[in-house]
């Protein structure tokens, strides 16, 4: 069976989509979950599923201890869901082309340094964009500059706020990031 990590910084809505995905699976399961944020609720929802989960301090990050938890689990992909912080050198080194990252628009447009969450869907609308979506890609030593894996559209209407536009991509996302991580560990 495939092992699968995920970072997370917020709810973990998309960790737990995936969580369940997988639980009726025998192909893969997630054996851990790492946060940034102590307060994060993707620490409960690890709880509640006895998915072993941490909280980690930038100290902590990057050094070398998050790379020896994930190395704990011998994870077959590492998963960014919801991860708000750039991932360092030592832990791209550790596990190369292992490490997968969804981003809430169509890469490259929309992508870099503080451009997540809702920050991307108010600019979506505030630019006029007729469309925009999901962007799975691997992750390098830039923020969104890995190479991309998957992209799925939705159209953006004149009428949409910035709400409606993040519900259209988190449909997108539950959908498709689970199916795009079970295809990678079929590579």
Known sequence: MKSIAILASGS????????????????ASVNLILS?????KVLDRATNHK????????KAFNSDLVVSLLKSVEPDIIVLAGFLWKIP????????QKIINI??????????????GMHVHHAIVENKEKETGITIH?????????????????TVSEKDTADDVANKVHQLEYEHFPQAIEKLLHE
């Open 12 to 27: 973990g809505t998309n960790a737990e989509n995936i969580i369940q995905y997988f639980h009726s699976k025998d192909t």
């Open 36 to 40: 940034n944020n102590k307060n994060a």
């Open 51 to 58: 998915i072993p989960a941490f909280y980690f301090n930038r």
């Open 89 to 96: 050198q030592n832990l791209i080194d550790a596990f190369p």
């Open 103 to 116: 981003h809430p628009a169509l890469l490259p447009k929309y992508g870099g340094k503080g451009m997540y």
């Open 138 to 154: 691997y992750v390098n030593e830039h923020y969104d500059e890995g190479a991309i894996i998957f992209q799925a559209k939705t």
